[in-house]
C-alpha cells in the first residue's frame, strides 16, 4: 500500500505561486536554457547551444518586479540544513565564511525569504518562432536522448525569479528570535552587505553584487510529426533542479535545498 507523505517544499514551495524551484540558487540560469528530466532533473544549457535558427535568439525583456514572490519566508529550518544554504548563497553571491557555525551557535533553526525580487521573461510565441525556424543538431548524443529517444523530456526556461538579497532570521528551540554573532562574520567580503534588523542581531539580510537566479517558469518542447511543439507544463516538485556545484569549503557534492513552507499533503518524488 502506498503510503502518503509530507510534499517535499524543498522543491514545491514556489509551485502555488506558478514557478518551479532551483535547489541550489545560483547566477547563469537564464531564459532560453534547457534543463532535462531523465534519471535526474538537470540544467543542459542554453538552446542556442543545440538549435541552428534562422531567425536569432529571442532576448529576455526587461527585469520586472515580482510581487507575488518577494518577501516570501520559509518554515523553520533545522540549523545545519539552513547554514548550508546561506553558504551556498553567499558563494553564489562571490564569497566565503567559514565561520557561519560560530555566528549562529545560539541558534537552533533559521527561517528565509528573498527580497529585491525580479521576473525576467521570453514570451512562449517569440520562443515558438525560434524553434519553428531552426533545426535540432540531432546528431549530439545528449539531444539524442533528451529531445528523440522518447525516454526522456526537455523543458525550455520562459521566466525565471531572481533576487540579491536573502534574508535570515535565527530562533531558538521555542521559536523565539536570538542574537547572532556579527563579529564573526568580519570575513564577509566587502561586495556583500550585512545588514541586521531595527529590532535587533536575530534577523540579518545579506545583500550582494549580483542577483542570482533561485526560481523558474518552463514548457515543454515536444515532436509533433514533423514539427516541434512547445505545451505549458505545470509548476511542479518533478521540475526542480540543480545547477553545477559552487565551490566553497562548508560545501559537499551533494546539492542543498531551500525549504519554504507549503502545508500540503501529497506523494514525494526524489530527484
Known amino acids: 500500500m502506498n503510503v502518503a507523505k509530507k510534499r517535499d517544499p524543498s522543491v514545491t514551495y514556489l509551485n502555488k505561486l506558478g514557478y518551479n524551484v532551483v535547489k541550489l540558487p545560483r547566477t547563469g540560469i537564464e531564459p532560453m536554457d534547457v534543463i532535462g528530466r531523465d534519471q535526474t532533473m538537470q540544467w543542459l544549457g542554453p538552446i542556442d547551444s543545440i538549435w541552428t535558427s534562422a531567425i536569432p535568439k529571442p532576448h529576455p525583456g526587461p527585469p520586472k518586479p515580482a510581487t507575488t514572490v518577494n518577501g516570501q519566508r520559509t518554515d523553520a529550518l533545522d540549523l545545519s540544513l539552513g547554514l548550508s544554504i546561506l553558504a ?127 526560481g523558474f517558469a518552463v514548457q515543454q518542447i515536444t515532436r509533433d510529426g514533423d514539427s516541434w511543439v512547445l505545451h505549458g507544463a505545470a509548476p511542479s516538485g518533478d521540475i526542480a533542479f540543480s545547477g553545477p556545484s559552487i565551490g566553497g569549503p562548508q560545501q559537499s557534492s551533494a546539492p542543498r535545498p531551500t525549504i519554504f513552507e507549503t502545508g500540503a499533503i501529497d506523494c514525494r518524488l526524489d530527484i
Request: proline fraction near 5%; glycine fraction near 8%.
Open 88 to 214: 551556498n548563497t553567499l558563494a553564489a553571491f562571490g564569497v566565503t565564511v567559514p565561520s557561519l557555525d560560530v555566528a549562529y551557535k545560539s541558534a537552533h533553526t533559521v527561517q528565509f525569504s528573498y527580497s529585491n525580487v525580479t521576473i525576467i521573461e521570453v514570451p512562449p510565441f517569440s520562443a515558438g518562432s525560434y524553434l519553428a525556424k531552426g533545426e535540432l543538431q540531432s546528431a549530439n548524443p545528449t539531444v539524442k536522448n533528451y529531445f528523440l529517444s522518447g525516454r526522456a523530456t526537455a523543458y525550455l526556461i520562459v521566466q525565471v525569479l531572481k533576487s540579491n538579497s536573502i534574508t535570515v532570521t535565527a530562533s531558538d528551540s521555542h521559536g523565539v528570535g536570538v542574537d547572532i554573532d556579527l563579529a564573526a562574520l568580519h570575513d564577509v567580503d566587502a561586495k556583500v552587505g550585512i545588514k541586521p534588523s531595527k529590532s535587533g542581531n536575530s534577523t540579518i539580510s545579506f545583500t550582494g553584487p549580483d542577483a542570482i537566479t533561485f
